[in-house]
């Protein structure tokens, strides 16, 4: 059974290794890594790269992969949509934070890049419909520098000023972190606020998605 995971920066290879390791020993993961990918999708729109993003599914699928996880949120949804018609799960790692984010009356999205917040909070409204509740009152915050420490491998920067601006929220229920890069951001804050980040239920969806359990892949 093997898992490919579909990435737009290496970072993310060793931290869902690492998450692998602790929560789903046995777990075949294989890395895809193509930064070009959020590159044009920030500079002219994630629907740009739809047709690369379905060839690399088909790769993977032809390679053997029991489901696809695509850890970038700028592009998440173009991949899910990519997949409908290969046969496996194809899924986008962000659904079960924003699951579980929908439930929330006043929700804060996070981003360090702005290409990110359309397709997150498109998300977050489809959920909150899939439940049956209206649009939450959503708010953004777009973390200024942030992206330009991440680009730059400052990743102590990146995550300082992405802890900060958790910290500067006070007036919401929930706080989503809206790439996966941020999510060790939350051990460095001081906030009494749930902060959700996506990657540890994310892959726990993909996990169960390629095992071929029902009704898990998408709300965990």
């Known amino acids: 059974m093997t ?17 692998r390791d ?3 020993p046995g777990l075949a993961l294989r890395h895809l890594v193509h930064e070009e990918l959020l590159d044009r999708a920030a500079a002219m729109g994630p629907e740009v790269v739809r047709g690369d993003i379905e060839a690399l599914l088909t790769g993977a699928v032809a390679e053997g992969a029991a489901a696809v996880l695509c850890t970038c949120s700028t592009i998440g949804g173009v991949a899910e949509s990519a997949g409908a018609a290969l046969g496996v799960p194809v899924l986008r790692l962000d659904r079960p934070m924003a699951a579980a984010a929908a439930r929330a009356q006043r929700v804060t999205v996070i981003a360090a890049l702005a290409a990110t917040l359309p397709p ?3 998300l977050l409204a489809e959920e909150a419909a899939g439940v049956g509740r209206g649009p939450a009152e959503v708010r953004t915050v777009l973390v200024d520098g942030a992206w330009g420490r991440f680009e730059a491998g400052d990743r102590d920067g990146y995550l300082g000023l992405v802890a900060a601006a958790v910290d500067a929220v006070t007036d919401t229920d929930v706080i989503v972190l809206a790439q996966a890069s941020m999510a060790e ?9 749930p902060v959700l980040s996506s990657p540890r239920a994310g892959l726990a969806a993909a996990a169960a998605a390629a095992a071929g359990v029902p009704g898990r892949a998408g709300h965990l």
């Open 185 to 193: 951001a939350v051990t460095r804050t001081a906030t009494g606020i």
């Open 22 to 24: 602790s929560g789903h």
């Open 3 to 19: 898992l490919t995971l579909l990435h737009t920066s290496p970072v993310h290879v060793p931290v869902f290794d690492a998450l």
């Open 120 to 122: 997150t909070l498109a």
